[in-house]
């Protein structure tokens, strides 16, 4: 496999194949473990990458799913347009709650705003989005040129806040932060634990936690809920999908925070362990197994019988309703390969979930994960931060002299530490299986020749590789939009997932995709007058 990849890399000037070797793992046991992969750093320019920008990091995926408030882009217009409406992230009303997901809001910035500052208008837009809309919050995120100018947004959301009388927060994530949206993720963690978590009081249950890093793309947050609640838990504030800022402002009154994504929510996770106490535990409801897995680990650490009894009840009455339908979609899969490219938790997850189906992944890889994301929390002491990164703030926080409050006894902890991922991410590399590839910001180039090497029947990762796949005669599922299906997550998601790679990969086109002429004998004949 070495030698295959070293002459798809031969291509590359000596300088780009230096690099790109350490981004690319072959996963082998008897090597010294944990393997290592360059991660998180700048992408090569004109290398046609998948990654995205720090504004979408921030805007697009850790503000954006929050309903009540007006997410406002400072800027030309094409940044707000283009993540207008284009993630999933569902929201539901309660009540008379505001629900502004359908919107997109843009200060527009024109030739003069470039010239002479956009701060006016941005303080205009504010005042008008005030008197439209009345919402409790308005965040700013700031665009590429906005941080070029100069404009102080940051002075303009201080002065709106006092004039309005409601939450004005400012988020510098111009694009060119950082090297990929993880910059933008981490500029909204430390915004939200600045401004927002902790600003609010109310009582809380026994079972209450907050479930971080869920998007609820086509609905998957709403499944997760479903079987918590079944459970018995109370979900004290979602972050961000289908959340709001008010529930936000209590978060700190859960007693455990339930992390999915922990790329882009494990700073507000630490924050908010140093902060308050809580601890958070890292689960993945992508997958049956792993789906289960989370509950049950969930319960030892409220360790209570009830609990237990309701998890082992909900599990068992998930399962009868679920398994006939897997086990049909199953014999479709089984057997089968996947590749999977996806930004920086979900070609984890999603290995767990092929896995139920009988698919073995062959590849994966992340946009924009970082090393710890590859190979466990264990190696975060030995990450050097570069120049690139370096202008994204790391925010120090001090324990709340109010709400700092000690959850499990050292002995306790000590023993849950051994037995579930409390406070730890293990990393993907490590469930992996031996021979298969891991590269990280995989590029256009190696998508194509990498297809062709390794041939996997699925290829899943997002919507500017979809056709790329396709046209290959590859069926390709996106993991970023679900192509528009989903919920993916829990029980019943895992059923509508099996479902639709099914379809795919049942779908007559593909045996139609090499015409006749080019595998069947072709009757000749001669004109005869
Ligand atoms: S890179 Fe800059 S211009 Fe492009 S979307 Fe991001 S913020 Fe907007």
């Known amino acids: 496999m070495k030698q295959k990849l070293d002459k798809i890399l031969e291509k590359y000037p000596a300088a780009v194949f230096k690099n790109r070797k350490q981004h690319i793992v072959v996963k082998d046991d008897s090597a010294e473990q944990p393997q290592t992969i360059a991660a998180n750093v700048r992408t090569i320019p004109g290398i046609i990458t998948n990654r995205g920008c720090c504004y979408a990091g921030c805007k697009g995926v850790v503000l954006g799913p929050l309903r009540d408030a ?20 569902k929201g539901r009303t309660k009540g008379d709650e505001l629900n502004l997901l359908a919107y997109c809001f843009s200060t527009d910035l024109q030739e003069s705003d470039i010239v002479f500052g956009g701060e006016k208008k941005l303080y205009q837009a504010i005042r008008e989005a005030v008197d439209i809309f009345k919402p409790k919050t308005i965040f700013i995120c700031a665009t590429c040129p906005v941080g070029l100018i100069g404009d102080d947004i940051h002075a303009v959301a201080l002065r709106a806040q006092k004039e309005f009388g409601i939450k004005v927060v ?7 932060k950082g090297v990929s949206q993880s910059g933008g993720h981490h500029i909204a963690n430390n915004g939200l634990i600045k401004h ?6 109310k009582a809380v249950g026994k079972y209450s936690i907050n479930l971080l890093g869920e998007y609820n793309i086509g609905g998957d947050g709403w499944e997760i809920e479903r079987i918590l609640k079944k459970i018995g838990y109370e979900i004290v504030a979602l972050i961000p999908g289908n959340g709001t800022v008010e529930d936000l402002k209590y978060a700190h009154k859960a007693t455990l925070n339930v992390i999915q994504c922990h790329r882009s929510i494990n700073y507000i996770g630490d924050m908010m362990r140093t902060k308050y106490g809580q601890d958070w535990l890292k689960v993945n409801f992508i997958g049956i197994s792993s789906t289960i897995k989370s509950l049950r680990d969930l319960a030892r650490y409220f360790d209570d019988p009830d609990l237990y009894a309701r998890t082992e009840a909900v599990i068992a009455e998930e399962l009868e309703e679920i398994t006939p339908q897997i086990e049909e979609y199953r014999k479709i899969c089984k057997g089968k390969t ?22 073995e992944t062959v590849l994966a890889g992340y946009e924009f994960a970082h090393r710890d994301d590859y190979e466990g929390r264990e190696v ?14 790391n925010l120090e926080v001090e324990p709340d002299p109010k709400h700092y409050r000690i959850f499990l006894s050292k002995e306790k902890y000590e023993q849950l530490k051994n037995e579930i991922q409390l406070n730890d991410y293990t990393g993907m590399i490590r469930e992996m299986k031996n021979g298969s ?29 979809k056709y790329v796949a396709h046209k290959a005669g590859i069926f390709s599922k996106q993991l970023h939009s679900y192509d528009y299906s989903g919920p993916y997550a829990g029980f019943r998601g895992a059923v509508i997932f099996a479902r639709d790679i099914a379809m795919g990969l049942k779908t007559p086109s593909w045996k139609l995709v090499t015409p006749p002429w080019k595998t069947q004998p072709i009757i000749e004949g001669s004109y005869v007058c």
């Open 338 to 359: 996947a590749a999977l490219f996806v930004g920086g938790s979900r070609a984890h997850h999603y290995q767990h979930l092929f896995k139920d189906l009988g698919v």
């Open 170 to 176: 400012a988020f510098s994530c111009e694009g060119y």
């Open 437 to 465: 590839l891991v590269i990280d910001d995989l590029n256009h180039y190696e998508t194509e020749e990498i297809l062709k090497l390794l041939k996997p029947d699925i290829f899943c990762s997002g919507i500017k590789d």
């Open 196 to 201: 927002i978590i902790g600003t609010g009081e």
């Open 380 to 393: 975060l002491p030995t990450i050097k931060e570069d120049g690139d990164s370096k202008n994204i703030e």
């Open 70 to 89: 007006v997410v406002l882009t400072h800027g030309p217009i094409g940044c707000g347009y283009y993540t207008w409406g284009t993630r999933r992230n």
